[in-house]
């Protein structure tokens, strides 16, 4: 997948580029990055990438030319059919679901906007989604559009090593995790719990989807209201 990333702070993305799972899938050439600064396609002395607001108030606005010619070169590189997606607090709300569509696309372009955001004829033009991480302000873009990324990379085959998978990860059966447990074997007096031992497969196989349920309900019911629990989980969900 390329994604083509369109920010004021490129230098950010380091941080997963250069760790962990993200970098791997990169130096793999499962996913590969660029980047387009608006600052590089201004003409002025100044390099302005940012105006006043019409109607006042506090605060600027990224101007339309320097952030429309950057989108526009990341498409060229990215692919014409490639999704053109900003990052706001205004957009539809990540969710697992919608990192799996996400992970579907060919290739991305990501708008990280800066100041009090873009001017709205260009999310007009240029833009196909919106996308918010959360219902929380960030300083720009660039944060949300790393946790898209990293987000997204982890469904791509073959990012994750094979000791590890997406199936298991929380959320993937759109429940919350069960706990983990590594040696030592008990630990302040606590100790791991005795099926984790029984090396019997299926035993534990059940105690996780079990702890998982139970997580769920008491920390978010709201995420099993909105769940298809197949039969298996419905009847332990009942014990
Ligand atoms: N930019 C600023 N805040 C944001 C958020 N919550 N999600 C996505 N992009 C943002």
Not at 20 to 43: C, D, H, K, Y
Request: glycine letters at 8%.
């Amino acid at each position: 997948m390329r994604i083509a990333i369109v920010s004021l702070f490129p230098e950010m993305f380091s941080s997963i580029s250069d760790y962990g799972i993200t970098r791997r899938a990169m130096e793999n050439g499962l996913v590969e990055l660029n980047f387009w600064n608006p600052r590089q396609f201004t003409s002025d002395k100044h390099q302005t990438v940012d105006d006043r607001p019409y109607g006042g108030g506090p605060g600027m606005v990224m101007m339309i030319q320097p952030l429309r010619d950057a989108i526009q070169a990341a498409k060229a590189w990215a692919g014409e059919e490639a999704k053109v997606i900003y990052l706001s607090p205004q957009g539809r709300v990540l969710t697992q679901p919608g990192v799996q569509e996400l992970a579907t696309e060919a290739n991305l372009v990501l708008v990280a906007g800066r100041y009090e955001g873009i001017d709205e004829r260009l999310i007009e033009l240029e833009v196909d989604a919106e996308w918010s991480i959360g219902d929380y302000v960030l300083s720009g873009g660039e944060l949300a559009a790393m946790v898209l990324i990293d987000a997204v990379t982890r469904l791509i085959p073959g990012a994750l090593g094979h000791a590890q998978s997406a199936e298991q990860d929380s959320f993937s059966d759109g429940l919350l995790d069960c706990p983990h447990y590594t040696r030592p074997d008990v630990y302040e007096g606590r100790a791991v719990p005795d099926v984790l031992m029984s090396g019997n497969h299926e035993r534990i196989r059940r105690w996780r989807l079990q702890q998982a349920l139970d997580r769920t309900v008491r920390r978010r019911p709201d995420l099993l209201e909105k769940l298809e629990l197949n039969e298996e989980q419905q009847k332990l969900l009942s014990e």
